[in-house]
């Protein structure tokens, strides 16, 4: 029959015009992200990190930037490197997480948002002390300990060092000279 | 049947302030006021330019308004059916995008490209957007509210509106953009073919009432034209709708194939005129379609004005549902819908028109309801043997075998 199928058009087109609209009102609404959702700003615990440039090593990239010095203390009493600048360029980065997963110590993580839109490239570039007073939202993103505790990070509150650890968190909390004395004193001959 | 003209109370006062009254005791267009006027006797007329082009700048401006709405709503209501929200930013619910959209227009760098022809470039735009505010001319807007009721009101639309082949052809031709000329002749190819069967299926609608003036047919309908001339509404929208490079057969402007057609080299405000005439056709063939096929300002309760906008605008919508649906056709296809699909209907409209005229010179309400029976049915014969016949192989040109 002539005309039906002009008329289904018009029939479908007049039904999508009753139906509530797909569109996501961004900036009052949301969409919800997964909580292994690899973010743009990263987080960094510079407690736990030791200065081995681990992630600059492993980045495909090369867009982690470390630059360190030994620190005072001697590394048997608890020190490590002291950090001078840990830059990563986000400009440049792909967001494939494996800085994230050539860390040793659990410092890095990915973070969990995705609005850090800037007017200039170079304030793409994120700082060491950006990283320090940044919120820690961890992505769980290849951080099992964080997922099994069934952490969310765009809904709960942000987690601390001695919180984010593979280790027990006992670990951290006992300081570690002394541990290391009682390590010493076991295998003294 | 006094026109806007007389009839406003704005006109009648800017009349009587400035015409000398002395003599004038009468009832003239002043009442019985006897009272000097700003200018002295023999300079009427001056008084009646000044307070006519008053009322002409005052309906230019408020149907610019109601473009300005229109393309407001054009973009909503797509937006609608494509499931997405449209415009609703600037202002409450986006109302104030139009007004957005001319800011920038107006703010945009207005370029003429090297090769053009600056005259011929120039004018084009203008004369986009004359014949559209030429056919407010002799629009019914209400009951007894008209600039001219001339008695060939009709024909008068119809002459000026298909002006617009003109200028979309000076405009592809003077851009000096290859793009911009096969738009500007796919503009003339198009126009002039389907301008047959518009004006072929008005004809219908113009035997029957009698007359050309679009107040006599807006009275001459006991029962809307759409019942009555079925095919011919068809036929108009489907004309006019291609006349206007609306969805199906916007080959014109199709952006998929040439870049903008004939407004390709355009920007700024000359781009923006090009855009307001179109939208603003929209609104004026709504207008005419309500005229001639739903019963122009008549309507029970509310005032005719309201009627009359409400009817344009139902139109409207039905105009952006087209073009939210259709897909575009191929060049051949459209000159193949205009030439042996549209044209022989028309014809066949006409012809049945006519007879039923002969036949029933003065019908009764019965006998016009029997009428719109016969042409409801002629209607559907006609589409369905018409498209059989279309959709034959012999009919349409053979497709071209792609050689490999």
Known sequence: ?189 | MESLLEGNSLFRWTYCLLAANEGNSGPGPCGETLRNGLLPAGFEWVAFLIAGLGIVMLLINAFLLLVMLYTYMERRLIGRFHNRVGPNRTGPFGLLQPVADAIKLLTKEDLVPAGADRLVFNIAPVLMIVPVLLVLAVLPFGENSFLANINVGILFVLAVTSMNALAMFMGGWASGNRFAMFGGMRAVAQLVSYEVPVVLSVVGIVIYTGSLSMVSIVEAQRIPFILLQPLAFFIFIAGSSAEMNRSPFDLVEAESEIVAGYHTEYSGMKFGMFQLAEFGAVLVTSAVMTTLFLDGWNGPVLPSHLWFLLKVFFFAFIMIWIRATLPRLRMDQVMDFAWKFLFPLSIINMFVTAVEVLVWNEPTLVQLWFMVGINMLVAIVGVVVFSLIFSRKGISPPRRKMSV
């Open chain 1, 1 to 189: 029959m002539y005309g039906i199928g002009l008329a289904k058009g018009f029939l479908v087109t007049l039904k999508v015009f009753f139906r509530k609209p797909f569109t996501v009102q961004y900036p009052e609404e949301r969409l919800v992200q997964h909580p292994r959702f690899r973010g743009e700003e990263f987080v960094w615990y510079e407690e736990r990190c030791t200065g081995c440039a681990s992630c600059a090593k492993y980045c495909p990239l090369g867009i982690i930037k470390i630059v360190t010095h030994p620190s005072d203390e001697k590394p048997l009493e608890g020190g490590f490197y002291d950090i001078d600048v840990f830059d990563i360029d986000i400009g440049r980065c792909m967001f494939c997480g494996l800085c994230v997963e050539a860390c040793p110590y659990d410092a890095l993580f990915m973070g969990s948002g995705f609005e850090e839109g800037q007017y200039n490239r170079r304030d793409l570039v994120i700082s060491a002390d950006r990283l320090r007073v940044a919120e820690k939202h961890p992505s769980t993103w290849y951080r099992p300990q964080l997922e099994e505790r069934g952490y969310n990070p765009h809904k709960d509150p942000p987690v601390s060092w001695e919180q984010v650890g593979r280790e027990n968190s006992l670990t951290h909390l006992s300081s570690r000279p002394a541990k290391i004395q009682e390590y010493d004193k076991r295998n003294q001959p």
